[in-house]
């Protein structure tokens, strides 16, 4: 699509649909961004597509979905350049803000949400670093970070950590002194958009329930891949879980006031491991679990099947084994899916290969978002092609999840088509039970 093009849809946008939410952003008004109102039209089109469902088909019958947008990677950084962190304020964080923008906006002439977008999540890497950062610029960024995805939004937003929010890149002891600690994590990340969060004071982990369209409500647990009281481990290579954590993960998250009209969904910037992928290309990590792998996968695998797990997992630096004695037997709810990062790919896969995976249902099913920031390539990512200051510069998911049907939709604002498939669609559906 080219410039003139470009101003074209701008101009259909700003005069037929929601104009009003404009003056939340006034520079945005201002200087109409084409690529964003480009990329907004197709994306409010696309959830506007898959934002009911209906129990028979008469107009009575129709419910609206849970509807979650899904940002993973934004690399808040003074050198991304549409991500970045800019003495003139009207350009930081442009993609994270087109996100806020996108999800908040209201209907033509009105203030009610034209698509009723009910929770924002971002999947870790919520920053990024260089070997040279001292941690005054490390904080500025959490602090941009959070001033923009609170800015201007009334959705309720959650975050999980990332192996870049760390804010070092090695283990050298000349860059300790820079690192994140979870206390100075927790300062920067704790806001009053957060209010109701089940955490521990201090803590990067907890929980939120919010109301489901659907009946009932999504837990939401967010995981803290950074969770360590001493520097025991190298956290922008391995992520890791206390003892603290997977007993509160085990005994609060998934036990406390959980009821069966409560579905599950946990936040967690790495990915896990499938053998769906064993003979193709490497989606994942470049980094890895300090523990064994599969330890969340089979305490959520006990949770799913109502039964008991009695297990010890491996440290592999032979720090400290983590042990995990629960009982799910009476414990109502389901689960969802887990929602990650890191890889910098669109894609969707199920979770295989674990000793206690049950026969009897359907996988784990883990969705992984794209990089928002454009121009951090990884080592073996990237395979959808994006160009800044176009309309592939930004990329977020958008899921209607729909609870009657067991099934999840998920639609796409900017680039989503990788070159090694040209027919991938606008609109996924896929089943989580």
Same mark, same amino acid.
């Not at 080219?2 to 259909?12: D, G, H, Q, S």
């Not at 955490?199 to 009932?216: E, T």
């Not at 491991?273 to 969340?296: C, Q, R």
């Not at 899916?337 to 790919?345: P, Q």
């Given at each position: 699509m080219n410039?003139i093009?470009?101003?074209?849809?701008?101009?259909? !946008?700003?005069?037929?649909?929601c104009?009003?939410?404009?003056?939340?952003?006034e520079?945005?008004?201002?200087?109409?961004n084409?690529?964003y109102?480009?990329?907004?039209?197709?994306a409010?089109? @696309?959830?506007?597509?898959?934002?009911k469902?209906?129990?028979?088909?008469?107009n009575?019958?129709?419910?609206?979905?849970?509807l979650?947008?899904?940002?993973?990677?934004?690399?808040?950084? +003074?050198?991304?350049?549409?991500n970045g962190?800019?003495?003139?304020?009207?350009?930081?964080?442009?993609?994270l @803000? +087109?996100?806020?923008?996108?999800?908040?906006?209201?209907? @033509?002439?009105?203030?009610?949400?034209?698509?009723?977008?009910n929770?924002?999540?971002?999947?870790g890497?919520?920053i990024?670093?260089?070997?040279?950062?001292?941690?005054?610029?490390?904080?500025?960024?959490?602090?941009?970070?959070m001033?923009?995805?609170?800015?201007?939004?009334?959705?309720?937003?959650?975050?999980?950590?990332?192996?870049?929010?760390w804010?070092?890149?090695?283990?050298?002891l000349s860059?300790?002194?820079?690192?994140?600690?979870?206390d100075?994590? !927790?300062?920067?990340?704790?806001s009053?958009l957060?209010?109701?969060?089940k955490?521990?004071?201090? @803590?990067?982990?907890?929980?939120?329930?919010?109301?489901?369209?659907?009946?009932?409500?999504?837990r939401f647990?967010?995981?803290?891949m950074l969770?360590?009281?001493?520097?025991?481990?190298?956290?922008?290579?391995?992520?890791?879980?206390s003892?603290?954590?997977?007993?509160?993960?085990?005994?609060?998250?998934?036990?406390?006031?959980?009821?069966?009209?409560?579905s599950?969904i946990?936040?967690?910037?790495?990915?896990?491991?499938?053998?769906?992928?064993?003979?193709?290309?490497?989606?994942?990590?470049?980094?890895?679990?300090?523990?064994?792998?599969?330890?969340?996968p +089979?305490?959520?695998?006990a949770?799913r099947?109502?039964k008991?797990?009695?297990a010890?997992?491996?440290d592999?630096?032979?720090?400290?084994?983590?042990e995990?004695?629960?009982?799910?037997?009476?414990?109502?709810?389901?689960?969802v899916?887990?929602?990650g990062?890191h890889?910098?790919?669109?894609v969707?896969?199920?979770?295989?290969? !674990?000793?206690?995976?049950?026969?009897?249902?359907?996988?784990?099913?883990?969705?992984?978002?794209t990089?928002?920031?454009?121009?951090?390539?990884?080592?073996?990512y990237?395979?959808?092609?994006?160009?800044v200051?176009?309309?592939?510069?930004n990329?977020?998911?958008?899921?209607?999840?729909?609870?009657?049907?067991?099934?999840?939709?998920?639609?796409?604002?900017?680039?989503f088509?990788? !070159?090694?498939?040209?027919?991938?669609p606008?609109?996924?559906k896929?089943?989580?039970r």
């Amino acid at each position: 699509m080219n410039k003139i093009e470009f101003l074209i849809v701008a101009l259909l !946008f700003v005069f037929y649909s929601c104009d009003k939410y404009d003056d939340l952003y006034e520079e945005l008004a201002a200087s109409p961004n084409a690529a964003y109102y480009s990329n907004n039209n197709e994306a409010v089109r @696309r959830v506007l597509t898959i934002k009911k469902g209906n129990l028979g088909g008469n107009n009575a019958d129709w419910y609206n979905r849970f509807l979650i947008t899904h940002i993973s990677d934004p690399h808040i950084f +003074e050198k991304s350049k549409d991500n970045g962190i800019f003495s003139n304020s009207a350009n930081c964080c442009k993609n994270l @803000r +087109e996100a806020v923008f996108f999800s908040n906006q209201l209907k @033509r002439d009105s203030n009610i949400p034209l698509l009723g977008i009910n929770c924002i999540v971002t999947t870790g890497d919520l920053i990024s670093n260089s070997s040279s950062d001292d941690k005054s610029a490390v904080s500025q960024r959490f602090d941009c970070f959070m001033k923009y995805y609170n800015e201007k939004n009334s959705i309720p937003s959650l975050f999980c950590t990332g192996n870049h929010d760390w804010g070092i890149t090695s283990f050298n002891l000349s860059q300790l002194s820079n690192r994140m600690t979870s206390d100075d994590i !927790f300062m920067h990340l704790t806001s009053s958009l957060n209010t109701g969060i089940k955490n521990k004071y201090g @803590r990067n982990y907890f929980y939120k329930d919010i109301s489901n369209p659907c009946g009932g409500y999504i837990r939401f647990i967010s995981l803290d891949m950074l969770d360590q009281s001493d520097v025991d481990y190298n956290t922008f290579e391995y992520a890791t879980y206390s003892q603290n954590q997977i007993d509160w993960l085990c005994s609060v998250a998934l036990k406390e006031n959980m009821t069966d009209q409560h579905s599950v969904i946990i936040l967690n910037h790495y990915p896990f491991p499938s053998k769906e992928f064993e003979n193709k290309v490497h989606y994942y990590s470049d980094g890895a679990y300090t523990h064994d792998w599969y330890m969340i996968p +089979e305490i959520v695998e006990a949770f799913r099947t109502k039964k008991q797990l009695h297990a010890i997992y491996k440290d592999k630096f032979n720090y400290k084994d983590i042990e995990v004695n629960v009982d799910f037997a009476a414990v109502p709810g389901e689960f969802v899916c887990y929602l990650g990062g890191h890889s910098h790919v669109s894609v969707y896969f199920h979770i295989t290969g !674990f000793p206690n995976i049950s026969s009897a249902m359907s996988s784990q099913l883990m969705i992984l978002c794209t990089n928002q920031a454009p121009d951090v390539i990884g080592k073996i990512y990237n395979k959808v092609n994006r160009e800044v200051g176009t309309v592939t510069s930004n990329a977020f998911h958008i899921y209607a999840l729909d609870t009657k049907e067991g099934n999840i939709y998920i639609t796409y604002f900017g680039a989503f088509i990788p !070159f090694d498939d040209l027919q991938k669609p606008e609109i996924e559906k896929i089943s989580y039970r």
